[in-house]
């Protein structure tokens, strides 16, 4: 049996953002996390790991330090809030000479945010009205070698509900069904070649979906969840003194958010949008 606690606290004042209108006051963030574990349950219940995790962020971003401050009515900050805690638990079973990892996710996040006036305090508006996403999964892993050939299959189900305390925005849900395929074959000692195949998903967050400024709705109420479809290959040489990969990558993205600031045809409101997209490359390490 094995307990593991951790505490994670962080502390940033006047962080400053060239590329964007405002900066951070302050950046202040606490990660809790608990674990618990049993292992060598029997031969083929291997291991029985259960987390319990939390983290809650505060991030006011201010006009303070920009032209706009010399007019106190015009200095403005917008306070954000985070918090998101979880559970995971995952069993570890041996059937067959297949490793098998099956388990269940659950997560809960609120974020929100408003703008008020940094020299008098005065509540000027929402910028984000309060948002709860919660999303439960079960998913399964499984790795088995024949002989030079080692593969790993991985299988996730999400079912996501994002609601908004604003009754002008619509309930969203989301599901999605995830899978991957991995395969390495080891042509002798030191050569090998894999291939992996896969789909995941994930949903808009709050920002994309509600953020406001000026009265306007800078998100997207109606986007999709991005769908990505990713082929990899590549090719391993490793020896006591020396290692080198290469490997190439093709990604399909189906429904990819993309902030339009420019040129949106919609004018200063619904900047958030899906459009598809493929991203490929090359990745060389030695």
Do not use: C
Request: charge should be negative; glycine fraction near 6%; avoid cysteine.
């Amino acid at each position: 049996h094995e307990i593991r606690l951790g505490y994670t606290a962080n502390r940033s004042d006047n962080v400053l953002y060239p590329n964007t209108p405002m900066d951070a006051i302050k950046d202040d963030s606490d990660i809790y996390n608990i674990e618990y574990k049993i292992t060598n349950i029997s031969d083929t219940y291997k291991n029985l790991n259960m987390q319990y995790y939390k983290s809650t962020v505060v991030h006011p971003m201010s006009t303070q330090y920009r032209n706009s401050s010399s007019n106190p009515m015009m200095d403005t900050t917008n306070d954000m809030d985070s918090q998101m805690q979880g559970i995971k638990i995952i069993n570890t079973l041996d059937i067959a000479g297949i490793a098998m990892d099956i388990g269940l996710d659950g997560s809960e996040r609120k974020w929100s945010g408003e703008y008020y006036n940094t020299t008098t305090g005065a509540f000027k508006a929402t910028s984000i009205d309060e948002t709860t996403t919660e999303n439960m999964a079960v998913f399964a892993k499984m790795k088995k070698s024949f002989g030079s050939l080692d593969m790993k299959l991985g299988m996730r189900y999400d079912t996501t509900d994002i609601t908004n305390v604003n009754i002008a925005f619509a309930d969203k849900d989301f599901n999605a069904f995830n899978v991957n395929l991995f395969t390495n074959l080891n042509i002798d000692k030191a050569n090998s070649v894999f291939f992996g195949v896969g789909k995941a998903s994930r949903v808009p967050d709050a920002r994309e979906l509600y953020f406001k400024k000026s009265g306007n709705v800078i998100g997207t109420p109606t986007l999709d969840q991005t769908k990505n479809t990713q082929v990899d290959l590549g090719y391993k040489v490793q020896s006591e003194n020396f290692e080198f990969k290469i490997k190439a990558f093709y990604s399909m993205l189906s429904d990819y958010i993309y902030y339009q600031s420019a040129n949106n045809p919609t004018g200063a409101s619904n900047k958030f949008k899906n459009i598809d997209a493929t991203i490929y490359g090359t990745e060389v390490t030695s």
